[in-house]
């Protein structure tokens, strides 16, 4: 069954990661600070045990409490989780159908006297138009947070993501475009913020992540990512999929439902042993994003794209393509998605619970667009892994399937 996601490191890698255990951690801290730096130009970096815990530091630095956050309307729970529990109001903004992305038109007229900052996060890698979120943030005197969770290694003028705002936030979970069985990271732009942050930092962390769970994550992502062997895992990644949804929106209501909100969300340092996978994959950034760029221009080409919405980049932009995501039109997609799976290809439904919050927030007339990509969008895989053949497979089934069903 050919995965919906894929590992991005290599049997040398698996062997560096036993290795790191005999090193000292700083030693490894300094090597993927160097690599950050060199690689991706990213001079002040701080690493924690998810890109929650990166965020919600960043919130704290920034003292949002009691203050408007505004955000995309179609995102991750985790970025609403970060704002609710450093006490901020997370100010949902609906998104552009076209590149999933905020709808900067939108956000102007979301800003109020309480706005402290805009959270952008780039959907499934696409960059957007940085230039006028930039602009938003510094006519109103409001904080730019770049969310690049799912888009490093996209670019934006030829510079990465990640260098345009005061703060950037990554991730580095399973799913994620470059993974390392967890851990996140946090990038410091704004030279007025290092110093709140280095002190957050450092009186919040309690520990390291546990090492044990992130060596059986980064083996079974290395195993599991092979087309022989994730058949017989695949429907545990959709159980354990649902489950921490599930869990994740049962927090936010919680969290939403709570006027005191303000949480101390306890952090760790990242695990010693997602160092030697992520300096792999940073060293490699070029080349793997390449070959998604390849199999997501031959999956366009094939793909029947009359009744879907297919994200769109700016022309000035790289997209990442962590995800290849498409908007159904006429189509049921948990039906598309049980056919592909049928004929052995995993997809993928995005952020669907994000209309729960919608009702809870009383806010769903003004998430058109945000509902309509929650309700219609499907990833397909599109990872490094796979080679032509399974591209082309991959359109052929979805283009069988689309033709038979129709709403």
């Not at 260098?163 to 950037?168: L, Q």
């Not at 079974?220 to 999929?241: C, D, H």
């Not at 619970?353 to 397909?380: D, G, P, Q, T």
């Amino acid at each position: 069954m050919i995965p919906r996601v894929s590992s991005e490191y290599s049997f040398e890698d698996i062997k560096d990661v036993l290795w790191s255990i005999m090193k000292p951690y700083q030693d490894l801290t300094r090597s993927l600070k160097f690599v950050f730096r060199k690689k991706l130009g990213f001079n002040d970096v701080f690493f924690f045990g998810s890109g929650t815990e990166a965020l919600y530091t960043a919130l704290k630095g920034l003292n949002i409490k009691g203050k408007d956050i505004i955000l995309p309307g179609y995102t991750c729970g985790a970025v609403i989780k970060s704002v609710l529990l450093t006490g901020g109001k997370p100010i949902l903004v609906d998104v552009d159908i076209n590149t999933f992305g905020l709808d900067p038109s939108k956000v102007n007229k979301a800003i109020t006297r309480n706005t402290k900052a805009m959270i952008v996060v780039y959907p499934f890698g696409n960059p957007l138009n940085i230039d006028i979120f930039k602009e938003i943030a510094v006519e109103n005197n409001i904080f730019f947070i770049e969310d690049i969770a799912q888009s490093l290694g996209a670019k934006y003028r030829g510079d990465y993501v990640g260098k345009f705002g005061d703060i950037a936030v990554l991730s580095f979970g399973s799913g994620k475009g470059i993974s390392s069985g967890g851990g996140g990271a946090l990038v410091v732009n704004n030279r007025d913020l290092i110093d709140k942050v280095n002190m957050i930092e450092i009186t919040s962390k309690k520990g390291i992540m546990n090492d044990i769970s992130v060596l059986i994550k980064i083996l079974a992502m290395y195993i599991f990512s092979n087309k022989r062997y994730y058949r017989l895992v695949s429907s545990y990644v959709e159980k354990y999929t649902i489950s921490e949804d599930g869990k994740l929106l049962d927090v936010i209501i919680k969290l939403i439902n709570d006027e005191k909100r303000d949480t101390c969300l306890k952090t760790h340092n990242i695990s010693k042993l997602s160092f030697p996978v992520l300096i792999s994959q940073l060293k490699r950034l070029e080349q793997i994003i390449d070959k998604r760029h390849k199999n997501a221009g031959l999956l366009k080409s094939l793909i029947d794209d009359r009744d879907i919405i297919l994200q769109e980049s700016p022309n000035d932009g790289l997209h990442a393509y962590s995800r290849f995501c498409v908007v159904l039109k006429k189509y049921d997609n948990e039906f598309i998605k049980a056919s592909l799976r049928k004929k052995g290809i995993d997809s993928e439904i995005m952020y669907g619970y994000i209309e729960k919050i919608f009702n809870v927030l009383k806010i769903e007339e003004e998430m058109e667009n945000s509902l309509r990509i929650a309700r219609n969008n499907l990833c397909l895989p599109i990872h490094s892994k796979l080679d032509e053949d399974d591209i082309e497979y991959i359109a052929s089934a979805f283009n069988q399937i689309v033709h038979s069903h129709k709403l």
